[in-house]
């Protein structure tokens, strides 16, 4: 009686994108045409924000935007406005390009088959805010889909346990994501071309290394919560986290191998999935 033989686990890839690139068609088609190259080798997830278009239209609806320490402030009224923008206009015109590029990709948002939920941060500024964490996940949507060939493009909304609108930073769920699904590799995308020393990158960051910079203050300010948020999620699985920016076709490839951007991982590289580690 033949048996057959089990198909090794595919490393997985989760990759959050920005809402300026979210915006820009001419990034996304090449972009596009790099994650098919690597949906051969990789499961992969996108995971995007799009924070500018809700801003935008917020105000032309006569909302007035509020931040505290870099954080939307979103009321039970805007919280309306971020769901239609993320979770529709931004999530559904990437849907449509990947799709229109040969990429079979599925919107989702948090709610959807309870994905990720989150949890309010409660008052601030005395606002009451729908700006929250992520409370817990359940990857079996995420699981189905992967299954059957498709690519998840995941928004940053969701609901809380009594079924209200949770607005998340993406970056946030990103790494959640990444952490809960056992990610080989998170990256994120951004406007920036890495962690900078001078006008050079930085190539590769270890643990002891990032904290080293930010005490010398190589890294301040925005990207420090970037780089720590990539050491937890280092010790929490993640085998590396990159940071960098798109530049067109093979980007992608390129922040894979450390030409491109800044890879944080241990000092010693993690073991291939299903190699023998005993010699």
Not at 63 to 78: D, K
Not at 115 to 136: F, P
């Amino acid at each position: 009686m033949s048996t057959a033989t089990p198909q090794a686990p595919r490393p997985r890839f989760t990759v959050k994108i920005g809402g300026r690139m979210a915006e820009q068609e001419e990034q996304l088609r090449p972009f596009a045409a790099d994650l098919k190259d690597l949906r051969s080798e990789y499961d992969l997830v996108l995971v995007h924000g799009g924070g500018a278009e809700v801003t935008r239209i917020s105000e032309q609806l006569g909302f007035r935007p509020v931040f505290h320490e870099g954080i939307r402030v979103t009321t039970r009224e805007e919280m309306d406005v971020v769901e239609m923008i993320l979770s529709g206009k931004v999530n559904k015109r990437l849907v449509r390009l990947f799709q229109a590029c040969g990429l079979p990709a599925v919107g989702l948002c948090g709610a959807d088959g309870r994905l990720y939920s989150g949890r309010s941060l409660g008052v601030i500024r005395d606002l009451e805010t729908r700006t929250g964490q992520v409370s817990g996940m359940e990857l079996g949507v995420l699981r189905c889909l992967l299954q059957e060939g498709y690519f998840p493009v995941v928004s940053s909304t969701t609901m809380d346990e009594e079924g209200g609108g949770i607005n998340i930073n993406a970056d946030t769920v990103a790494f959640e994501l990444a952490c809960a699904w056992g990610s080989e590799t998170l990256m994120f995308l951004s406007d920036i071309p890495g962690v900078l020393k001078g006008d050079a990158v930085i190539p590769r960051l270890a643990p002891e290394q990032v904290k080293s910079e930010i005490r010398e203050g190589t890294i301040s300010g925005g990207m420090i919560p970037k780089a720590t948020s990539a050491l937890e999620a280092l010790k929490r699985g993640v085998g590396r986290v990159i940071v960098g920016q798109y530049g067109g076709r093979g980007s992608l490839q390129a922040l894979l191998e450390g030409t491109m951007g800044t890879r944080f991982e241990a000092a010693e590289a993690r073991p291939e999935s299903g190699k023998d580690e005993q010699r």
